[in-house]
């Protein structure tokens, strides 16, 4: 299509204009709400839960099990193994954060160190369960 009139440097195509022209006038109310017209608000601060679940495959040694027509069957939750072979999830956060919070104040201590730390408290366990 041809243009039709020129605006600035831009040339709107009939089309563009009839477009422009049947967009509906905002009302005052909708215009003081509209994203583009909004002040930024400043940061507040939510308290959230976060649950997350994980999983890892792992092999877990254990000497209670059952050997039933050849196949070998565990004779335990597996849980009590696994925590005496490995760390958890909420361990292994605590281990982190005792490693960095023992750079404290060292050179090349970075503010972002604290922070980690931080983050690596609160955690409870909600549920803990290994499968086989």
Known sequence: MKPCCPSGNRLITLTNY???????????????IAPWNRDTQEDKKFNCTITMVLSK??????????IDEG????????EEDYTDQHYTPL???EV????LASFRGKEGWK?????????CQGWIDDEFTVSV
Do not use: A, C, F, R
């Not at 495959?57 to 059952?66: A, F, G, H, P, Q």
């Not at 982190?96 to 490693?99: A, Q, T, V």
């Open 96 to 99: 982190l954060g005792k490693i």
């Open 71 to 78: 196949s070998v069957i565990p004779d335990n939750d597996m």
């Open 18 to 32: 009839l477009s422009i022209m049947n967009t509906p006038i905002l009302t005052t109310t909708q215009e003081n």
């Open 111 to 119: 503010d972002y160190y604290e922070e980690i730390i931080e983050e």
């Open 57 to 66: 495959d792992t092999d877990v040694w254990s000497n209670k099990y059952i």
């Open 91 to 93: 361990e292994l956060i």
